[in-house]
């Protein structure tokens, strides 16, 4: 069956579809986020592993719901090219993504070309601090453990040195949740070349 386009921009177009998908998202990201923060006080003291399988999950709800967003509304997929060789040790090392920040919704292609490889719960961000604040969205990733920095290199290389030896050190083996992943989107103006 082929969907019709103009059927797909009306219905987009229209404000109760509009606000409807942000009270979704709204309303179940701050449900995350809450369940999020009851993980850190309660699941994290105990047990770190357990709290960042279950943050692989928590994190997987939220971000999908920005992909699938990405996907229907701009009516378009990613497609990732890769060896299947490359494409499971991908899935089951540590790795770090450096990709040049051009536009505004890089983030998000990065999410999306991540759940396209089955990467999505373990992704990790490094970004300037203010992220950190955004509701539902910077909260997610404060809770998933991602690097916040003041961009300011001399106290930015001890908080990288010490956040990802403090997450390599704890991540659970041999189990699928040991992926983690950075996206660094640098930023020319960081760059002292």
Same mark, same amino acid.
């Given at each position: 069956?082929?969907?019709?386009?103009?059927?797909?921009?009306?219905?987009?177009?229209?404000?109760?579809?509009?606000?409807?998908?942000?009270?979704? $998202?709204?309303?179940?990201?701050?449900?995350?986020?809450?369940?999020? =923060? =009851?993980?850190?006080?309660?699941?994290?003291?105990?047990? !770190?592993?357990?709290?960042?399988?279950?943050? %692989? &999950?928590?994190?997987?709800?939220? *971000?999908?719901? =920005?992909?699938?967003? &990405?996907? *229907?509304?701009?009516?378009?997929?990613?497609?990732?090219?890769?060896?299947?060789?490359?494409?499971?040790?991908?899935?089951?090392?540590?790795? #770090?993504?450096?990709?040049?920040?051009? &536009? /505004?919704?890089?983030?998000?292609?990065?999410?999306?070309?991540?759940?396209?490889?089955?990467?999505?719960?373990?992704? !990790?961000?490094?970004? !300037?601090?203010?992220?950190?604040? #955004?509701? #539902?969205?910077?909260?997610?990733? $404060?809770?998933? /453990?991602?690097?916040?920095?003041?961009?300011?290199? /001399?106290?930015? !290389?001890?908080?990288? /040195?010490?956040? #990802?030896?403090?997450? =390599?050190?704890?991540?659970?083996?041999?189990? %699928?949740?040991?992926?983690? %992943?950075?996206?660094?989107?640098?930023?020319?103006?960081?760059?002292?070349?």
């Amino acid at each position: 069956m082929k969907f019709d386009r103009k059927l797909l921009n009306t219905i987009q177009s229209l404000l109760p579809v509009q606000i409807f998908l942000c009270y979704c $998202f709204v309303i179940s990201g701050l449900i995350v986020n809450f369940a999020q =923060l =009851l993980t850190c006080i309660f699941i994290w003291p105990l047990s !770190k592993q357990l709290y960042r399988r279950i943050n %692989y &999950y928590l994190g997987t709800l939220l *971000w999908s719901q =920005l992909t699938f967003l &990405y996907s *229907w509304w701009a009516y378009s997929n990613i497609t990732v090219y890769v060896d299947p060789q490359d494409l499971k040790h991908l899935q089951h090392e540590y790795a #770090i993504i450096l990709v040049n920040h051009r &536009y /505004e919704i890089d983030w998000l292609l990065g999410l999306v070309a991540a759940q396209e490889i089955g990467l999505l719960g373990g992704l !990790k961000i490094v970004g !300037k601090r203010s992220l950190s604040l #955004i509701p #539902i969205l910077g909260w997610s990733w $404060f809770f998933s /453990e991602s690097i916040f920095l003041r961009r300011i290199w /001399e106290s930015d !290389k001890k908080v990288l /040195e010490h956040d #990802i030896q403090q997450l =390599l050190n704890g991540y659970p083996d041999n189990y %699928y949740f040991n992926v983690c %992943y950075f996206i660094l989107f640098v930023e020319i103006t960081l760059c002292d070349c």
